[in-house]
T-cell receptor, first 113, second 113 residues
Framework: QQPVQSPQAVILREGEDAVINCSSSKALYSVHWYRQKHGEAPVFLMILLKGGEQKGHEKISASFNEKKQQSSLYLTASQLSYSGTYFCGTERVYGGSQGNLIFGKGTKLSVKP | NAGVTQTPKFRVLKTGQSMTLLCAQDMNHEYMYWYRQDPGMGLRLIHYSVGEGTTAKGEVPDGYNVSRLKKQNFLLGLESAAPSQTSVYFC????????????FGPGTRLTVT
């Protein structure tokens, strides 16, 4: 089942902060975050694993609440380069998913000067 | 390293025509994926492969076939294209093991008229 992302879109001024949320109704093993700029391929940002391990970006942080099956991506002191659409991809615990990700519909972030 | 490449970048088909999209990766990854991306829908998994000679269905496999004859290549075929298959197609690959990031190709924009 597709995870739900919120908000669908957000507009920021440079230097402002934003939080993007990703919520699943299923038990999760990990949550992945990707950013996609217009006309380009998605680019990996971060993985959050059950148990607290994180792998990824130096300047962007995220959290994973295992009990609620929710993840949040924190963008602080936003820069123009942060503009794009952010996707979370969820990896299930059960079902032989072979590491397959189910992606949310995305959150469009626009950073203005 | 070129990473993940896709051929062609753009294609226009008439309803009923067939075509093959080629994905190639030079990172020696075992896992490869085909996604389609439609406006407001996020990325949806069509088919995937966990190694040379293996393929499996994803979320939206109908109307598509795939083959993985060589480890570095993953082909996506449309036997009889339909307007509903107008989309942007992304290929991705990743390492084996738990929770590694996926590397995406630049995408193929397909229009079926």
């Amino acid at each position: 089942q597709q995870p739900v992302q919120s908000p669908q879109a957000v507009i920021l001024r440079e230097g402002e902060d934003a939080v993007i949320n990703c919520s699943s109704s299923k038990a999760l093993y990990s949550v992945h975050w990707y950013r996609q700029k217009h006309g380009e391929a998605p680019v990996f940002l971060m993985i959050l694993l059950k148990g607290g391990e994180q792998k990824g970006h130096e300047k962007i942080s995220a959290s994973f609440n295992e009990k609620k099956q929710q993840s949040s991506l924190y963008l602080t002191a936003s820069q123009l380069s942060y503009s794009g659409t952010y996707f979370c991809g969820t990896e299930r615990v059960y079902g032989g998913s072979q590491g397959n990700l189910i992606f949310g519909k995305g959150t469009k972030l626009s950073v203005k000067p | 390293n070129a990473g993940v490449t896709q051929t062609p970048k753009f294609r226009v088909l008439k309803t009923g025509q067939s075509m093959t999209l080629l994905c190639a990766q030079d990172m020696n990854h075992e896992y490869m994926y085909w996604y389609r991306q439609d406006p407001g829908m996020g990325l949806r998994l069509i088919h995937y492969s966990v190694g040379e000679g293996t393929t499996a269905k994803g979320e939206v496999p109908d109307g598509y076939n795939v083959s993985r004859l060589k480890k570095q290549n993953f082909l996506l075929g449309l036997e009889s294209a339909a307007p509903s298959q107008t989309s942007v197609y992304f290929c991705a690959s990743r390492n084996t093991g738990n929770s590694y990031e996926q590397y995406f190709g630049p995408g193929t924009r397909l229009t079926v008229t």
